[in-house]
């Protein structure tokens, strides 16, 4: 690797952390929503979980792989390459430096809105699941900004900061004119932290320490004090929220400390990874497609369907990126105006419709739409009464898409049956990256269907298979076997 052409970290390493440790300005200083909904996405390489902010961040392909050819191929900490390259991304500037990743991530954070989330959730889980793998430190450290910030920080206040906090051990380093110098207004945090992470391992700036506090932290104002007459002193410590803020990475928190694969499926108990995948089905048969399943449905169904709220809230994200529907109590009817859309729309890259009440009919009306929509990428169809039929109908569905790269079905009624219909439509899908398929009913007899599609299908990065009816012997210790067996053949 070509490492003389990158930029040195002494060059811009104090303007890039200055930028970090100073932004307390933009904190909210008010009740979010939690953060939450990114942890059940998969762990995916570095370069593939920023995909999907490609369109929103300049250079961000770029710069993930740059991150990743200066991160050592076995970290520090524990941690995988693309996890260590995940938290080196961060800490690196752009040009203008709010255009960086860490500001533009933070802005999200800080949102109300957590629909500005979403397209940072495969990056999220990335970046997070690093995080919680580094030691947690309990130490005082620091943080400032060049303005009067005492008025909104009263003693005895709880508040919480919704974005990463960097901070730094030193004053001295916070005093110093390369960070907030010693004259001018000032505001400077004492923070008795409880868990912060210590980076500079994997920081673009190794020689700054820098000490990140996880976003959503809660802290009390203990104390205040005006040494100066525009220097402000503010003492404040960590405290345990009342309710959980931000979703942990890992169930029960627990971190996995295995390596990210290129494929990988996740059942509930731990993660297979194998380097290649596709598909084949040997176990349950596919159902039909709804095409004749559907000819029970009733004339009434054909006449035009109007639902006047659905149709304003269309209007109003017709031109988004991130089209959220979920928890609207949508019908199978409803999914002809969604369907509508789709085959115009141009604009939506994801669409959440999760916890509906969209059934096998409705997944048609998507399904169809979907087969010649270039532009949707992440669609979120989890809890919503799709059983096999419907499920055949996605298979379908994917055969023909050419730019869905993350499905989502967990959640509903898919048996082996279902399962093995998405098998044959996976088998000629070049651009399906992962398919969410948790909580469903899928068996031992899927198992084979399964490991064949790992094994043949050489796009489809993650299987998430969680929480369905495997049995003890049946786990991923069988799927893990049969994929063995068909890479050395």
Same mark, same amino acid.
């Given at each position: ?93 752009? +040009? ?81 004119? +390369? ?311």
């Amino acid at each position: 690797m070509a490492s003389a052409n990158y930029p040195k970290a002494s060059s811009g390493g104090h303007a890039a952390v200055n930028q970090r440790v100073s932004d307390i300005k933009n904190e909210p200083i008010t009740m979010l929503s939690p953060i939450e909904g990114y942890e059940s996405n998969p762990i995916l390489p570095l370069e593939i979980s920023v995909e999907s902010l490609e369109t929103m961040i300049s250079n961000i392909a770029r710069n993930a792989w740059i991150a990743k050819e200066r991160t050592a191929e076995k970290p520090s900490n524990d941690l995988t390459q693309e996890e260590s390259a995940a938290i080196h991304l961060y800490t690196m500037e752009w +040009k203008p430096a709010d255009n960086s990743l860490y500001a533009l991530l933070n802005a999200a954070l800080r949102a109300e809105d957590r629909d500005r989330l979403v397209p940072y959730f495969f990056y999220l889980k990335l970046f997070l699941s690093a995080l919680w793998k580094l030691p947690s430190v309990k130490k005082t450290v620091w943080r400032g900004v060049k303005a009067d910030l005492s008025e909104q920080y009263s003693v005895g206040k709880a508040f919480v900061w919704w974005g990463f906090s960097s901070c730094t051990e030193s004053l001295n380093v916070l005093e110093s004119e +390369k960070f907030l110098g010693k004259t001018g207004v000032r505001t400077l945090f004492n923070i008795e932290c409880e868990a912060g992470k210590e980076i500079h391992q994997h920081s673009y700036f190794k020689d700054e320490s820098e000490i990140l506090l996880l976003p959503a932290t809660q802290f009390q104002v203990l104390g205040k004090i005006n040494p100066a007459p525009d220097l402000h002193i503010i003492h404040i410590r960590e405290t345990k929220p009342r309710y959980v803020l931000l979703q942990p990475p890992f169930p029960n928190d627990s971190p996995s400390t295995g390596p990210v694969a290129t494929n990988i499926i996740q059942t509930g108990e731990k993660a297979s990874h194998s380097s290649t995948p596709q598909l084949a089905t040997k176990s349950s048969k596919p159902v039909q497609s709804l095409t004749s399943s559907l000819k029970h449905i009733s004339p009434a169904d054909n006449k035009p369907y109007e639902n006047q709220k659905l149709e304003e809230r269309i209007r109003q994200k017709a031109k988004l990126d991130f089209a959220e529907f979920r928890e609207r109590h949508l019908t199978d009817h409803d999914m002809r105006l969604i369907a509508d859309e789709l085959t115009r729309n141009t604009h939506w890259k994801t669409l959440s419709l999760a916890e509906n009440d969209i059934g096998n009919v409705g997944a048609s009306h998507l399904a169809h739409a979907l087969k010649n929509n270039t532009t949707l990428i992440n669609f979120y169809l989890d809890n919503n009464r799709i059983s096999d039929i419907g499920a055949t109908e996605l298979a379908a569905m994917l055969q023909q898409n050419t730019t869905l790269w993350s499905l989502y079905l967990s959640n509903n009624e898919i048996t082996d049956s279902g399962m093995a219909s998405l098998a044959v439509g996976l088998k000629s899908n070049s651009t399906l990256r992962h398919i969410s398929l948790g909580k469903n009913k899928i068996t031992d007899k899927s198992i084979e269907a399964i490991a064949d599609l790992l094994i043949q299908n050489k796009t489809l990065f993650s299987v998430n298979l969680a929480g369905n009816a495997f049995s003890e012997a049946g786990k991923i210790q069988n799927i893990e076997k049969h994929i063995i067996a068909k890479i050395r053949l």
